[in-house]
């Protein structure tokens, strides 16, 4: 798909990057992972994989990385991404999301390289006027997470138009659930995402789970998203380098399942599978939340050869909650080592 080149994964050390390099790996091509690990870790790269620890912001060390690695093709999810975060410390995110991603860019045309994939985001359409929300809605992101990406996802397609370096810009609903061969999950501490946080305070981590407004205009009041498996999203990373080898062409597509699920049904569905029961606070809502994003997800179908195999909330929860049970007895063992 790449006549022999490698794949650039940036922010492969990461959450989403460690099950993208594991699809690409099964799909037989050669990776190259670059990461600053600023949230990412080592050891969720794979054995064999050669890992450039090194910030998208550096110029020369992506040109070193293009150039030394022979690479074909880069899958750009290197980026930050807390909502919250992005509304107390808005330059960071500017600085990250679309500052690096232009260095990135211009490192791309600098070294020949004609094909980039962009980690996105539903935070691009901020509150969408119809739901479910497809690629040509107007995006007016309320946080500068969204904005940001926005914006990068603007560059990208600029560029795209004026030289040749062809654009899939993936946008991500919310991403859940672990590698179903326990080989990847999510490692950082601290998580903020609603399902890991709530498998956390099942298997006894954390003592409770604050929701995040219980006022919301949706049916039980409580926010509603679009909950995608990561391996069904690492597959479609896969499927867009192959659109763009066959000369597809720039194109922005939403990456979703098209069901939304209120935050009062997955705490439900991560008791289910647990057994445990969770221990909820009401809270405020949280700032730059929209109530509900629900992916239109015909595009991606209709032009990659692309099909979901996790379609499924008790699926995706049953993979974080092994992911998560794993991770627990690890730490025991290291506890007595
Ligand atoms: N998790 C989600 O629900 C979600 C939804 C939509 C979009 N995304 C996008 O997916 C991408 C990956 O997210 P994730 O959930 O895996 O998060 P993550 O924090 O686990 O991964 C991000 C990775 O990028 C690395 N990184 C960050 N800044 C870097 C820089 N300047 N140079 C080099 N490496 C850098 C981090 O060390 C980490 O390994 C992000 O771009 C994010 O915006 C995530
Ligand atoms: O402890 C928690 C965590 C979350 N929520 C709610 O659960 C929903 C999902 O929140 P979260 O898991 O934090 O994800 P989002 O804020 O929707 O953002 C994620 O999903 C976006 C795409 O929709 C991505 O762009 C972001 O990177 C990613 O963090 C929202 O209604 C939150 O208010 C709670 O009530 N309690």
Not at 91 to 115: D, F, I, M, P, S
Not at 162 to 174: C, E, K, T
């Amino acid at each position: 798909m790449t006549e022999g080149h490698a794949i650039l994964v940036t922010g492969g050390a990461g959450y989403i990057g460690s099950h993208v390099v594991l699809a690409l790996l099964d799909a037989g091509l050669r990776v190259v992972v670059f990461d600053d690990l600023s949230t990412g870790r080592p050891e969720a790269v794979p054995a064999g994989v050669p890992l450039v620890r090194a910030s998208t912001g550096d110029a020369t060390a992506l040109r070193a990385a293009l150039r030394d690695h022979g690479i074909g093709a880069v899958i750009h999810m290197a980026g930050s991404l807390i909502v919250p975060e992005s509304v107390t410390d808005p330059a960071r995110y500017w600085r990250n999301n679309l500052a690096n991603t232009l260095v990135l860019a211009e490192a791309c045309l600098a070294e020949g390289v004609t094909r980039l994939v962009f980690s996105s985001t539903a935070a691009v359409y901020g509150i969408p006027d119809r739901l479910p929300v497809d690629e040509d809605a107007p995006c007016r992101p309320i946080n500068p997470y969204g904005a940001s990406k926005h914006a990068a996802e603007q560059l990208l397609l600029a560029v795209s138009a004026a030289h040749r370096l062809d654009i899939v810009a993936l946008r991500y609903f919310n991403v859940a659930g672990a590698d179903p061969a326990g080989r990847a999950g999510q490692r950082a501490p601290g998580a903020t995402h609603l399902i890991k946080v709530a498998c956390e305070a099942a298997l006894g981590q954390r003592a409770e789970v604050a929701i995040y407004g219980e006022d919301y205009d949706t049916p039980d009041g409580t926010g509603i998203r679009d909950y995608i498996h990561v391996t069904d999203l690492a597959r479609a990373h896969v499927e867009a380098l192959r659109h763009l080898a066959m000369g597809g062409g720039s194109v922005v597509l939403n990456c979703g399942y098209g069901r939304g699920h209120s935050v009062r049904a997955v705490l439900r569905a991560v008791e289910h599978a647990t057994g445990a029961r969770i221990r909820v606070r009401i809270a405020p809502r949280r700032p730059g939340d929209p109530p509900a994003v629900v992916a239109a997800a015909q595009r991606i179908q209709g032009l990659l050869a692309w099909r979901p195999a996790f379609n499924d909330l008790d699926a995706i929860i049953a993979d974080a909650v092994r992911w998560e049970r794993h991770m627990a007895n690890q730490d025991r063992r290291h506890l007595w080592s």
